[in-house]
């Protein structure tokens, strides 16, 4: 079964920066659709960013284009979201996500939950003003 698993949250000012990283076990990012979700208390958990593992592609919400950088290193089978210029408003329990894709696939990766079938236990981000 596969497992992810997050690390690197914390506590920042707002301004700051953070990098949370997730590391896949019994898989691979190169062959899988990588994406970082984030919920905070009583709203839905939203898809932040997504990368192509085969390709490198990547798709943001709009909140964090400019912000936040996803990217991977498929030897460490790890992906990392890079947080700049935090804002409170990015406070979240931040997941990551995985769903192998077909090997030719090298299109965008979805944004939804439902695209996804493995999670991480969560690491939380908490950015004070």
């Known amino acids: 079964q596969v497992q992810l698993v997050e690390s690197g949250g914390g506590s920042v000012q707002a301004g700051g920066s953070l990098r949370v990283s997730c590391v896949v076990s019994?898989?691979?990012?190169?062959?899988?659709?990588m994406a970082w979700f984030r919920q905070a208390p009583g709203k839905e958990r939203e898809g932040v960013a997504t990368?192509?593992?085969?390709?490198?592609?990547?798709a943001y919400a709009d909140s964090v284009k400019g912000r936040f950088t996803i990217s991977q290193d498929n030897a460490k089978s790890t992906v990392f979201l890079q947080m700049n210029s935090l804002e409170p408003e990015d406070t979240a329990m931040y997941y990551c996500?995985?769903?192998?894709?077909?090997?030719?696939?090298?299109?965008?990766?979805?944004?939804?939950?439902?695209?996804?079938?493995?999670w991480g236990q969560g690491t939380q981000v908490t950015v004070s003003s």
């Open positions: 019994r898989g691979t990012t190169s062959q899988s659709c």
């Open positions: 990368i192509n593992g085969r390709v490198g592609g990547t």
């Open positions: 996500a995985a769903s192998y894709i077909t090997l030719w696939y090298n299109g965008p990766c979805g944004r939804e939950v439902s695209a996804y079938n493995y």
